[in-house]
């Protein structure tokens, strides 16, 4: 029974993985789709990819944070594989329910907030404020802010140095270099968006795994979770999310191969770096904040701010959102258990 449940949250889990690809494709391939260097269907295959190699040099730093910087996880283990399971099932379905709503909507929202939320909602039930970390939650929501002011900073350098480059080569070389540059620049992203998003649902499913069936051994990321996580996420890369392709590549600002490589190539960087650091970050805030310094060269006006005024509401919203709703779902699974038990 106990090793039925585990397999169906462990999918759950997996399910998960797959929609955040699914939401996030837009980040990988917005820009280079907007600038038609590569058409739909070419892109998601590309961004997919890239989703799947990265499991074999992204580390998991950030799956080690996701798995016991943000709950406290020997104070759960403590409480039993019935409440593991549900704990993490609640989590799980707190973070779906969010990606699905404001995938509905197309806007742009943090898959990895929507779960850092729905991990913080169905442990406080359980455990009370004592069983959060504090440090580790708090560097999340720091981040909210500095992963895109980064972003932003790098796209902002990386397209005054792009032009600086070119600036006395004719518009069309420049638009031919940069149209063959953007394979380069969407690779990175894409490798940072696996780098990044798949490792932490490797820590939940760790999590699930030596709080239950495992829990004498040793807590760490074994590779066939390292594997499933990769593929899960390509997969979910490869159907694509076209709603929010629409917001990220054509309502926010308008792109030229330029200035998609520049975006790109500095919302990469960024997220490679902080992977490294084991800092769990949103790939969607740092290439949003990347695209706006991009679009900020031209001046102000050429960023549409009512667009970015409703992503930055979808981020405040998603970690408290994301919360209530595993809560919710805790509440109803509790009911569940103790009726069937």
């Not at 895109?148 to 080569?169: D, E, K, N």
């Not at 900020?296 to 709703?325: E, H, M, N």
Request: net charge positive; proline share 3%.
């Amino acid at each position: 029974m106990l090793l039925t449940a585990v397999i169906i949250i462990v999918g759950v889990a997996l399910i998960f993985d797959f929609i955040n690809g699914f939401h996030d494709a837009a980040n990988s391939i917005a820009t280079v789709v907007s600038t038609r260097v590569l058409s739909p269907n070419l892109a998601v295959a590309w961004a997919a990819f890239f989703n799947f190699i990265a499991a074999f040099g992204g580390g998991v730093q950030v799956a080690n944070t996701m798995g016991k910087g943000i709950i406290n996880f020997e104070m759960l283990k403590a409480q039993g594989p019935t409440f593991v399971l549900m704990v993490i099932f609640s989590a799980l379905m707190g973070a779906i329910a969010w990606n699905l709503l404001t995938w509905w909507w197309g806007l742009p929202s943090s898959s990895s907030h929507a779960l850092a939320g729905g991990m913080i909602g169905a442990t406080l039930p359980v455990l009370g404020f004592e069983g959060l970390v504090g440090a580790g939650i708090l560097k999340i929501v720091a981040f909210i802010v500095l992963s895109p002011l980064i972003g932003l900073t790098l796209g902002t350098l990386m397209m005054l140095a792009s032009t600086w480059t070119v600036h006395r080569q004719t518009p069309l070389k420049v638009d031919t270099w940069f149209r063959r540059l953007q394979l380069v620049s969407s690779a990175i992203f894409s490798y940072s968006h696996g780098t990044n998003d798949a490792q932490k649902v490797m820590g939940i499913i760790a999590v699930v795994l030596f709080g239950t069936i495992w829990k004498e051994r040793e807590f760490h990321i074994d590779w066939w979770v390292i594997i499933s996580c990769h593929a899960a996420i390509a997969l979910g890369t490869f159907f694509g999310g076209w709603r929010i392709i629409r917001t990220m590549g054509h309502s926010l600002t308008k792109l030229a191969p330029i200035g998609g490589f520049a975006a790109e190539t500095g919302g990469g960087v960024t997220i490679i770096f902080l992977a490294k650091l084991g800092i769990p970050v949103s790939t969607t805030h740092t290439i949003t904040g990347a695209i706006v310094g991009v679009g900020t060269t031209k001046g102000w006006r050429a960023v549409k701010w009512g667009v970015a005024g409703r992503i930055l509401w979808a981020w405040v919203f998603t970690i408290p959102a994301a919360a209530l709703t595993a809560a919710l779902v805790y509440g109803i699974t509790r009911v569940v258990v103790r009726l069937v038990g």
